[in-house]
């Protein structure tokens, strides 16, 4: 182990509230979405369990209910009391395996992830959300006691059934942080108006809490670093409040997040467009505001050098991994052991809250196809019985991760790749702005594929002929899609190259090295993240990009909280957007004219310097391959785009999924 590899800072143990950590890392709190019915499930219990299996010493749960008004969310309802054994199960897989478990305590209020008004939302005062436009009710003096003495309740309950602690969710625009925030909370009475009054639900809650549950019981507090709210809370307003919630040293740990249900709702959980480890800028100045007691730094922590580097500078005293033990729960036990190099590296690109917050879906991960699955932490195929010849057609990051399960599984599996180079696409989204963890899948995959003694051939696009002379067994077909050409668009002029689909202008693009005159006009009918990224790299190189789409937005197939930061970056980079409309191709286009058209009104806006015209649209299956294939008798399973044109996620679960089915 190289002395960069040791990382003595982040195993050294640690005590809260007389309880002991085997070290520094602390999973912090994901929703899991586990538990519509509102009672603990197996599902929940294992993705916890199998982040203390892998070195967490600490697991903060997803929110809990803790007060009646929750009944309808789904979360497990503390306050009903009629699930003690699920809860004494779910303390118990956890803290026998040296990690202590917290529950969440929150209450989302006024705010809202998504589109619609909360009928039933509570709040400081009668202001809208800033992004659902939510009214909440205004919360009563007696209401607020009551909630604090539901919560209490509550929580000595999870006490009871064998839980560590709880931590309360003070941050990211959620009730406490309202009440706290002079912008949200424009209350007259003891409950607002000043420092005083706008911390005095927090306080009361802490004392309550340290009343009912005892003093070797762990109260985490997460407070507003920086919501990034104009009159709101910035780190100097995030220092006062911690002050004064820390002055009486009956809370065992802070930590700061930054965000709100606002515009800055990205900063919620920042993403790869922007630094790592943003939040560390204002935990540095945040620090000296604790009265001593125990800090948590988190926000994009990604890589143990960097946790150990906090620690070791005397920044915070822990760290919290959300994303980072999402993506690989074995990352702990991996540092310790000196195996960074093993580690699924976490992509900050948020596919996991889409799944939670979007899609109404339990939590999934890109880098990470097992999630909760009993074998998750540390997985490495069991050998087969029955090995086979199996040929793998694409070396994207389907058919890599395909190829490399298979071969962990005993199969002799060959992979054929039409680049010199793994990783497909990926590739491409790499080298666009934001993409530079992407190539955390493919550094992986091609290392799990030599260890498991994969074949690679590379350079050429398979034939039918070569793969059936290999006699595989089972092909996993992975040669990815290809963008639909827009109706627009002329047959012959696509023919002739004239307009080439984004994925093909890119390659050309960024070799370009110069700023060139004229407008790039992109045509959207894609939505997806890369498409936006894409934008970002052709405004860097031309004078002028238009981003043209049919619908009346740009990002809907994205999830909010990444929605929130392309329009800001496209705003901020002056690449403009036409809405409701699209081109219509004429002889001027050679000419540099082109004229957009409103799919509504048929009205014409005429871009008169055109240089480069591109589209991103839907994909058809690159599938060319299997009907001959499957005619030489040869078991054919598609993967990826080929199976169904989608995002990474679904690139790297169905891969999966058939490297273990094979």
Known sequence: MSESDDFTALFTPFTLAGRTLRNRIAHAAMSTLSTPQGRVTDRLIQYHANRADGGAALSVTEPFAMMPHQAQMPRVQVWRRDDAEGLKRFADAVESRDCRLLAQIQDSGRGRHFPGRNPEAIGASALPDDLSWTVPRMLTPAEIRGLIEQIADSAAHLRDCGFSGVEIS??????????????????????????????????????????????????????????????????????????????????????????????????????????????????????????????????????????????????????????????????????????????????????????????????????????????????????????????????????????????????????????????????????????????SIYDYQAVAAERAGAQLRLGRPATAEEVVALRPHTVILATGSTMIPPDWLPDAVHAEGWVADLRATMGAVLRVETRQAGTAVLYDTDHTEATYAAAEALGARFARTVIVTPRDTIATDVPMVTRQGILRRMAEQRIEIVTLSEPRWSAACAEGRLHLVNVYTGEAYVIEDLALLTYATPRVPNAVLSAPLQAAGITVIPVGDVRAPQEMLFATASGHEAGEGV
């Open 170 to 439: 003070a941050g990211h625009g959620h009730l406490f942080h309202q009440f706290l925030s002079p912008w949200s909370n424009r209350r007259e009475d003891e409950y607002g108006g000043d420092w005083v009054g706008r911390t005095r639900f927090l306080a009361e809650l802490v004392a309550a809490l340290r009343a009912a549950c005892g003093g070797n019981f762990i109260i985490g507090l997460k407070l507003p670093g920086d919501d990034g709210v104009p009159g709101s809370i910035g780190w100097r307003e995030a220092g006062i409040v911690a002050d004064r919630l820390t002055e009486k040293r009956n809370v065992d740990y802070v930590c700061f997040a930054g965000g709100a249900h606002a515009r800055s709702l990205e900063r919620h959980t920042p993403d790869r467009h922007g630094p790592t480890m943003p939040y560390m800028p204002y935990i540095r100045e945040l620090r000296h505001t604790l009265n001593g007691v125990p800090l948590m730094a988190l926000g994009r922590i990604t890589d143990p050098a960097e946790a150990d580097g906090i620690l070791a500078r005397g920044e915070a005293q822990m760290i919290g991994l959300g994303r980072p033990l999402l993506a690989d729960p074995a990352w702990p036990n991996k540092a310790r052991q000196g195996r960074t190099w093993d580690i699924r590296y976490c992509l900050s690109c948020n596919t996991c809250w889409g799944t939670i917050v979007a899609q109404q879906l339990p939590i999934a991960c890109v880098n990470n196809p097992r999630v909760a699955r009993t074998d998750e932490v540390d997985f490495w195929p069991a050998r087969t019985d029955n090995p086979k010849r199996i040929a793998v057609v694409g070396a994207g990051i389907a058919g890599m991760e395909a190829a490399w399960v298979a071969a962990a599984r005993g199969h002799e599996v060959t992979v054929f790749g039409a680049s010199d180079e793994l990783g497909g696409k990926a590739r491409l989204r790499e080298r666009l702005p934001g993409g530079e963890t992407v190539s």
